[in-house]
């Protein structure tokens, strides 16, 4: 018997901030009171309108549980039962997912108690809380002072392996990647994830690894709850941008971040004057703005 749909209540801020994130997902609907639909993994995702400041959001699907630990709408333990050990923690995260251009980078660093202060003196949280101005600053301090790893999977790997995978898997097994390469250098700290899948199907995803990260904390609010995840996710959005700086300089083109019109608009303006191909090395083609620009031209 399949598991009745998960049903969210989400205020006026929510909604918002999920239209914003969730747009590329965003697929054609004839319900009138259905402001979005689409699809995630295997499930389908409903969003409907706003009344009297509530919306509800519908997640019915075969990982339907998996896709509201990724959307943020299903808690695990309360932050606060996290303390830091007297060894360190090394935490994880990921950034690129919700940007049409540009790569998916997982990064993973290491913090001791005696340099928690020195993150509070520089500001570093969860990264989408700064700028990117404030992250450029703050990267080349950050990437001096913390010992991290980071791994990279360029667009042109990214189209490929998402063929065979969907990107929770290959999220799977790109931090299990860098929390090896930490945990082998600090092997008494504990680990902690930014939760993104529930902790049965992230292990389930790294079957056939030769070598797993185990005993590792997840949480879904891994940014504010664990220093070395905010850590890591200002390290890798520094990356990120970093690179994206690097593209921009090649094509001498300032090339908009996210997935909203403006992508849409620079991505068409392109494909009109150099060819669809000249996005290969730019675009993830499983997004719905790869979709809607294939059928434009």
């Known amino acids: 018997m399949a598991a009745s749909p998960l049903v969210f209540t989400l205020d006026e801020s929510q ?48 990982d339907q549980d998996e896709v509201a630990f990724a959307l943020g709408y299903k808690e695990t333990k309360k932050d606060s039962a996290y303390p830091m050990p007297c060894w360190g923690q090394i935490g994880s995260d990921e950034v690129g997912t919700g940007d049409f251009f540009g790569p998916v980078i997982v990064t993973s660093s290491y913090v001791k108690p005696s340099q928690i202060k020195r ?14 101005e404030k992250i450029l600053s703050l990267g080349p301090i950050l990437i001096q002072e913390f010992d ?21 898997k290959i999220k799977a097994i790109m931090h299990n990647q860098v929390l090896l390469n930490l945990k082998r250098r600090h092997p008494k700290a504990m680990v902690c994830i930014d939760q993104f899948a ?4 992230y292990y389930s995803y790294l079957k056939g690894e030769k070598e797993i990260v185990t005993d590792i904390v997840f949480s879904t609010k891994g940014e504010l709850a664990f220093p070395s995840v905010a850590l890591a996710s200002t390290i890798a ?45 730019l ?3 499983d997004f719905k703005n790869y979709k809607k620009l294939v059928e434009l031209l």
């Open 15 to 62: 909604f918002n901030s999920f239209l914003s994130s969730f747009l590329p997902f965003k697929e054609d609907n004839n319900n009138p009171y259905c402001v979005f639909f689409g699809h995630y993994n295997d499930s389908s995702i409903t969003l409907y309108a706003l009344k009297k400041g509530k919306a509800k959001l519908v997640i019915a699907g075969q």
């Open 119 to 132: 993150l509070k003196e520089l500001g570093v949280t969860d990264s989408k809380l700064l700028s990117d």
């Open 148 to 168: 991290y790893s980071s791994l990279t999977l360029d667009i042109p790997k990214y189209n490929e392996v998402h063929q065979q995978n969907n990107l929770n």
């Open 198 to 201: 529930p902790e049965k199907t």
């Open 237 to 281: 959005r520094y990356s990120f941008l970093r690179k994206m700086k690097q593209k921009e300089e090649e094509l001498g083109l300032a090339i908009p971040l996210g997935a909203g019109p403006k992508v849409d608009e620079f991505a068409l303006k392109m494909a009109k004057e150099k060819g669809i191909e000249a996005l290969d090395d």
């Open 283 to 285: 675009c993830k083609k």
